[in-house]
Each structure stands twice: as structure tokens, then as C-alpha cells.
């Protein structure tokens, strides 16, 4: 007799949980929670009427875009965002680099990685919107909270991932390194920067598209950028300036990402 007759002629991953009656259990209470999630929520429905309604009016505005009766505050509001954006960018990278060196466990002594893993916890624990209620508490509307905001943000995002990518580099080239005699700073120089450095530039260009995105956000708390020239389009129910203002965002973040992969493919 042929054993083979018996095979299986295509594979199926086997369940996770091979226990059939508890997989049905788990399926039912999380379909039943799902109900109960749904019936707390307080709907009103007559509001929510009101709102397709007002919503297909701001469809609409993307019909007919105006960009001519506020392209000043729009073009101010774009400079702003901009300027915020890159030096942002450019600050927030220039203090990653140390806290990021200082947060990977094969160069970093136990009281410095301590100290830098800290530094990320925190700033990767608080949302963008929230640090820049923060800021503009502390230093007042404008694009001055907007750059703090972005910079603070920058670290938590570029110190965390360059932190990690040191972690892993391949210790055979360091060790090659150091055994030659080599500095800590020589270890670090020609053993670690070769291998993170592609990597290194990479999520900078990627931070430097998430920072622009995030400056049209952070203004509608009054922290600069086309956020909130926005935010008073909407406030006013000037529909076609809001989006002009979004054709805007989306061009400038189409543009930088286009931008970012010819230069990631460059320097690669």
C-alpha cells in the first residue's frame, strides 16, 4: 500500500490555538465584546446627519480650490511649516546621535544607557499634539513651540532605531578594529559609522517627512505652520481655502518623498 496516497497534496498553517472548542470560545468573546463596545457608544444620529452634510460640502471644496483670496496667510503658514520642519530636523538629528550612541549596550557603559534609554522612554511616551500643548504653555504661540515640539519628537524616533541598529551591527569589524590598538572613538569611527551610516541617513530623510506632516498638525494647538491657517479655514467654513491648504500638504509630502528615495538611492 502506498503511503503517499495519504499526504496531504497542499499545506495549511496549523492553528495557533489547536484546541477547537477554546478557539470558538475566544472568537465568541471577542465578537461579543465587540457588541458591548459598540452599544456604549453614544451615537447622535441627528448630528451625524448634520455632519455628511457638512461634509460633503468640504468634498466639495476640492472641486474648486481656492488658492488666491488667502494665499497670504497660506504662504506664510507653508514658510513657517517649512522652516520648522528642517531645522527641527536638522537639531533634533545633531542630538540623536549621542543619546542614540549613548543608548546601544555594546558601546555605552550601564549608567549612560541607562540614562539615554530614559531620555527616548520619555520622549517616545508623549504624542506630538500633547508636547506641543506643552510648548506653547511654556514659550507661547508660534513656530517656536512648533520647533521644540519636532526636535523632541525627532529624538525619541532617531535615537531609539540608531541605538538598536549599533546593537546590531556585526561585532566582527569592531572587535578587527579594536584589537588593532584602536580608541574608543577609533572603534566607534571605523568599525561602527561604516555600518549604520546608510542607515543613519535614511531615517533622517524619512524623520524629515514625518516632520513636516506633523507641523500641519501641531498648529491647530498654536504652535505655528500651515496647521493653523487650517485650522481657521475650517473655523471660518472657507472649504475650498481648507483644501487648497491640503493639495498643498500633499504635494509638498509627495515631493519629499520622491526627493528622499533619489537621495536614499544615491548615497546607497
Same mark, same amino acid.
Given at each position: 500500500m502506498d503511503a503517499s496516497a495519504d499526504w496531504p497534496t497542499r499545506w495549511r498553517r496549523p492553528p495557533l490555538i489547536t484546541d477547537r472548542w477554546l478557539r470558538w470560545l475566544l472568537i465568541l468573546a471577542a465578537l461579543s465584546y465587540g457588541l458591548v463596545a459598540a452599544a456604549s457608544i453614544d451615537v447622535n444620529w441627528a448630528r451625524a446627519a448634520d455632519g455628511w452634510e457638512r461634509g460633503l460640502r468640504f468634498i466639495g471644496g476640492f472641486a474648486s480650490p481656492d488658492f488666491? *483670496?488667502?494665499?497670504?496667510?497660506? *504662504?506664510?503658514?507653508l514658510v513657517e511649516s517649512l522652516t520648522m520642519t528642517f531645522t527641527a530636523t536638522v537639531a533634533g538629528i545633531l542630538l540623536s546621535v549621542p543619546i542614540g550612541i549613548g543608548a546601544a549596550r555594546n558601546l555605552a557603559p550601564l549608567p549612560i544607557y541607562l540614562g539615554c534609554r530614559a531620555i527616548i522612554a520619555i520622549s517616545r511616551s508623549l504624542q506630538e499634539i500633547?508636547?506641543?500643548?506643552?510648548?506653547?504653555a511654556m514659550v507661547g504661540f508660534g513656530p517656536l513651540a512648533g520647533f521644540l515640539t519636532l526636535a523632541f519628537a525627532t529624538i525619541g524616533f532617531l535615537a531609539k532605531l540608531l541605538g538598536e541598529d549599533i546593537e546590531a551591527i556585526d561585532k566582527a569589524q569592531a572587535d578587527a578594529v579594536r584589537a588593532t590598538g584602536a580608541s574608543w572613538w577609533q572603534v566607534l569611527d571605523y568599525g561602527v559609522k561604516p555600518q549604520v551610516m546608510p542607515r543613519l541617513i535614511g531615517l533622517s530623510l524619512y524623520r524629515l517627512d514625518i516632520n513636516f506632516r506633523e507641523s500641519s498638525v501641531i498648529g491647530i494647538v498654536g504652535a505655528g505652520g500651515i496647521g493653523a491657517t487650517l485650522n481657521t479655514a475650517l473655523d471660518r467654513y472657507e472649504y475650498d481655502s481648507a483644501a487648497a491648504i491640503l493639495l498643498l500638504i500633499i504635494l509638498i509630502v509627495l515631493a519629499t518623498e520622491y526627493s528622499s528615495s533619489w537621495i536614499r538611492r544615491r548615497l546607497q
Open positions: 488666491s *483670496s488667502r494665499w497670504r496667510d497660506i *504662504s506664510t503658514g500633547i508636547v506641543a500643548i506643552l510648548f506653547v
